[in-house]
């Protein structure tokens, strides 16, 4: 039996991602837990999270996960969820400058206070509701779902990569951000796949049968 775990470190709400996990698939062990043993004995990672990237570094720090998910995501599929994402960063720029774990080349920004939309309207921050998803590049989580489909996010920061080669989604609110960021056996997504209905349903699914082979 294929047992996935969702890392607990106090951020986000762990039980509706474990909760989507069950649905899509029943016959796995879905485990919510920040025990390094667990985490270590999985077989899939999902690492999300929402809030301040700089309460969620001191949290990673204080309970040794940090140097433990940099050792898990060398070698069994992993999926980060939004903070999960801007998490694997190497610098945000919140509270001033927050380091991040730095498995991903890039770094973390405010959403502008005077951004536009189209029709000249002021827009609201934090990225609130749903909006669109460009696919990038194929890869085998993307199976299923349209290109331009719509996800749900919440956020006030987002990604810029420094390697073009690891961005594969973005959206635009704004300004055009990296919603989804790829390599080898790591995913990882700014918006919920949890809460973004039947995509994101189709997401938590291809996530649970990928093999953690980049295409």
């Not at 999926?79 to 774990?101: F, K, P, R, V, W």
């Not at 973390?108 to 909006?131: A, C, E, Q, Y």
């Not at 669109?132 to 199976?143: A, D, I, N």
Request: with cysteine; net charge neutral.
């Amino acid at each position: 039996m294929s047992s996935v775990i969702v890392i607990d470190y106090g951020m986000g709400n762990l039980r509706s991602v474990a909760k989507a996990l069950e649905h899509v698939t029943p016959e796995a062990r879905v485990i919510v837990s920040a025990d390094p043993g667990a985490i270590r004995a999985a077989d899939r990672i999902v690492f999300p999270g929402q809030g301040a990237m700089g309460d969620a570094m001191r949290a990673l720090r204080e309970r040794g996960l940090d140097t433990l998910l940099g050792e898990v995501v060398r070698n069994r599929p992993f999926l980060g969820i939004c903070l999960g994402l801007q998490a694997l960063m190497e610098q945000s720029e919140e509270d001033g400058g927050t380091a991040g774990l730095g498995l991903l080349p890039g770094s973390v920004h405010r959403f502008p206070s005077d951004m536009k939309g189209g029709d000249g309207t002021r827009l609201k921050i934090p990225h609130m509701g749903w909006n669109q998803v460009h696919q990038c590049s194929p890869h085998p989580l993307w199976r299923g779902i349209p290109d331009q489909a719509r996800f749900y996010f919440v956020h006030s920061y987002y990604v810029r990569a420094d390697d073009p080669s690891v961005v594969a989604g973005t959206t635009r609110y704004g300004l055009e951000f990296v919603s989804a960021c790829a390599r080898d056996n790591l995913f990882a997504v700014q918006f919920h796949p949890e809460k973004s209905q039947q995509a994101g349903l189709t997401l938590l699914e291809n996530f649970m049968r990928w093999d953690g082979q980049a295409p």
